[in-house]
């Protein structure tokens, strides 16, 4: 799915339930880290029904 412009989107961190916000790009994707616990979340945008997200733990711990 190909988007026209970059948009900022809100975002819940699903590990520490804080909100951040990251920067969709035209291909859909978007990656955030999280300023409170680490993790980093990649999302990408199949479809308008369809989300597809990462969670990656930072070095030595796991998720919550």
Do not use: W
């Amino acid at each position: 799915m190909e988007f026209d412009y970059e948009k900022p989107v809100l975002h819940i961190c699903l590990n520490c339930h804080k909100e951040i916000t990251g920067i969709r790009d035209v291909n859909g994707r978007t990656k955030i880290r999280c300023p409170n616990c680490g993790t980093v979340t990649i999302s990408q945008t199949i479809s308008r029904r369809h989300i597809n997200m990462d969670i990656f733990a930072p070095k030595g711990q796991s998720i919550i």
